[in-house]
């Protein structure tokens, strides 16, 4: 089923991102842009990725601190579902939970290896993108905003061909359709995505835009301070999606 109108995509960065008080900020601003299909492309909370980069070389040099330094990112997420979801934090944090013991079981093969592989590196690099969307997923939810979480590592399919990794555009598009159709929520939420990710790691920057008819884009300033003045462009960047209306 073809949407009857397009999206408009929203870019929050990683300052938007950055705790709590600035990802309740990001659900308010959308929350009053009613009447317009939304795609929201969010990046990980500030410093995450670069965090996630240091511990998967720590881990790697065989170095204990990468112990500790999960511990403290584990955390900083934990403590974010809390004070953004309240009472109704008990199941994300305990997805946090398994994805950061998931996590330590890849640095601690890491670490037996005594080197980052490019493999490891694409799957944990890309993760702090997969929480912060889930957690905005969810306050949109705790806030009586409608909300599904996409994990677009679902809908991206990519080949190997000889200039490298190149997006199935035919099969994403089918896979997407039939997620938005299957899908009673009016609003979704996913990780960004990228051809060289999409299928063992957390995909990024972008490539899931073909697959969502979208009218334009807007850039928010960072961290966004209200409702006006963003940046218009004519270009969309990925798939988290939420809607005023059923996809």
Same mark, same amino acid.
């Given at each position: 089923?073809?949407?009857?109108?397009?999206?408009?995509?929203?870019?929050?960065?990683?300052?938007?991102?950055?705790?709590?008080?600035?990802?309740?900020?990001?659900?308010?601003?959308?929350?009053?842009?009613?009447?317009?299909?939304?795609?929201?492309?969010?990046?990980?909370?500030?410093?995450?990725?670069?965090?996630?980069?240091?511990?998967?070389?720590?881990?790697?040099?065989?170095?204990? +601190? *990468?112990? %500790? @330094?999960?511990?403290? #990112? $584990?955390? &900083?997420?934990?403590?974010?579902?809390?004070?953004?979801?309240? /009472? =109704?934090?008990?199941?994300?944090?305990?997805?946090?939970?398994?994805?950061?013991?998931?996590?330590?079981?890849?640095?601690?093969?890491?670490?037996?290896?005594?080197?980052?592989?490019?493999?490891?590196?694409?799957?944990?690099?890309?993760?702090?993108?997969?929480?912060?969307?889930?957690?905005?997923?969810?306050?949109?939810?705790?806030?009586?905003?409608?909300? +599904? *979480?996409? %994990? @677009?590592?679902?809908? #991206? $399919?990519? &080949?190997?061909?000889?200039?490298?990794?190149?997006?199935?555009? /035919? =099969?994403?598009?089918?896979?997407?359709?039939?997620?938005?159709?299957?899908?009673?929520?009016?609003?979704?939420?996913?990780?960004?995505?990228?051809?060289?990710?999409?299928?063992?790691?957390?995909?990024?920057?972008?490539?899931?835009?073909?697959?969502?008819?979208?009218?334009?884009?807007?850039?928010?300033?960072?961290?966004?301070?209200?409702?006006?003045?963003?940046?218009?462009?004519?270009?969309?960047?990925?798939? $988290?999606? &939420?809607?005023?209306?059923?996809?």
């Amino acid at each position: 089923m073809t949407p009857s109108f397009p999206f408009i995509a929203h870019k929050f960065g990683g300052s938007s991102m950055r705790d709590a008080e600035r990802i309740a900020q990001v659900a308010a601003i959308l929350s009053t842009r009613e009447g317009e299909r939304q795609v929201v492309v969010v990046s990980a909370m500030q410093g995450v990725t670069d965090a996630l980069i240091a511990l998967a070389h720590s881990a790697a040099a065989r170095s204990e +601190v *990468w112990r %500790d @330094a999960l511990g403290r #990112l $584990r955390e &900083r997420h934990q403590a974010t579902a809390l004070a953004l979801l309240g /009472a =109704q934090a008990e199941a994300t944090v305990a997805w946090l939970e398994q994805e950061f013991a998931d996590l330590a079981d890849v640095l601690h093969a890491l670490a037996l290896l005594g080197t980052p592989s490019r493999e490891a590196l694409d799957l944990i690099q890309g993760l702090g993108e997969v929480w912060s969307s889930r957690l905005l997923a969810e306050h949109f939810k705790v806030r009586g905003d409608a909300a +599904v *979480w996409c %994990d @677009a590592r679902e809908v #991206l $399919r990519v &080949r190997a061909e000889e200039l490298g990794v190149m997006v199935d555009w /035919a =099969q994403s598009q089918a896979l997407f359709d039939t997620l938005r159709d299957r899908q009673p929520s009016t609003r979704m939420s996913s990780p960004a995505s990228s051809p060289a990710t999409a299928k063992a790691a957390p995909p990024r920057s972008g490539a899931m835009a073909p697959t969502i008819p979208a009218r334009s884009s807007v850039r928010w300033p960072m961290p966004p301070k209200s409702t006006s003045g963003p940046t218009s462009t004519a270009s969309t960047a990925l798939i $988290r999606a &939420r809607c005023p209306r059923p996809c």
